[in-house]
């Protein structure tokens, strides 16, 4: 499985926005890059996916470098219940996915 | 629409006994994952399963456990003889197949005494 690195913590103040960075240097050329994310006592939860482009959702935008070797998570606006644990994978179709130890991400009130 | 559902959501068990660790994919969806999360560490793939098949089962211990997923019902996720090694919050993901995301569902927490 190609590998992600990412920091193991970031610290942000609440209503600022906030970039979560993914190294992935050995990423294939049919590797999604998928976000997801972990409230504290939850599952994890879909943040966002893309291949070559920048994606933008409702969550965050996803703005992926040009040689494909990292991508940075956007969230624009952070608010308290955006503290979590955010997972940089790196997959295609149906596959199983390869959690990392991700970023804990704090906000400050 | 509902989610994924699992149940129980807590479930306490005594070494040596079973653990049945059920799973209600999306409406619609045909591909089912488990995932197990150890205390304080990542979660870690278990299985995926494609109605009435197993894909990979590369994640699960070979002895002990086992995994289902009839034409008709909910996963089912199976520890035999438990240990306390096998206390752990257990997810179910399931997803309508392609480059669909998958949808977790709250988990199972299971502890053995």
């Known amino acids: 499985d190609a590998k992600t690195t990412q920091p193991n913590s970031m610290e942000s103040n609440e209503e600022e926005p906030v970039h979560l960075p993914c190294n992935h240097s050995?990423?294939?050329?049919?590797?999604?890059i998928h976000w997801y994310r972990q409230l504290p006592s939850q599952g994890p939860e879909y943040v966002i996916h893309?291949?070559?482009s920048n994606v933008n959702n409702r969550m965050a935008s996803l703005a992926i470098a040009e040689d494909r070797k990292s991508s940075t998570l956007i969230l624009h606006r952070a608010t308290l219940r955006d503290a979590a644990v955010y997972y940089c994978i790196l997959g295609f179709g149906n596959e199983k996915l390869t959690f990392g130890t991700g970023t804990r991400l704090t906000i400050i009130p | 629409n509902a989610g994924v559902m699992q149940n129980p959501r807590h479930l306490v068990r005594r070494r040596g006994q079973e653990a049945r660790l059920r799973c209600s994919p999306v409406k619609g969806h045909s591909h089912v994952y488990w995932y197990r999360q150890l205390p304080e560490e990542g979660l870690k793939f278990m299985v995926y399963?494609?109605?009435?098949?197993?894909?990979?089962e590369s994640g699960m211990p070979k002895e002990r456990f086992s995994a289902e997923f009839p034409k008709e019902g909910p996963s089912i996720l199976r520890i035999q003889q438990v240990v306390r090694g096998d206390s752990a919050a257990y997810f179910c993901?399931?997803?309508?197949?392609?480059?669909?995301?998958?949808?977790f569902g709250p988990g199972t927490r299971l502890t053995v005494l």
């Open positions: 050995t990423i294939s050329g049919t590797d999604y």
């Open positions: 993901a399931s997803s309508p197949g392609g480059l669909h995301e998958q949808f």
């Open positions: 893309g291949l070559t």
């Open positions: 399963l494609q109605k009435e098949n197993i894909i990979d």
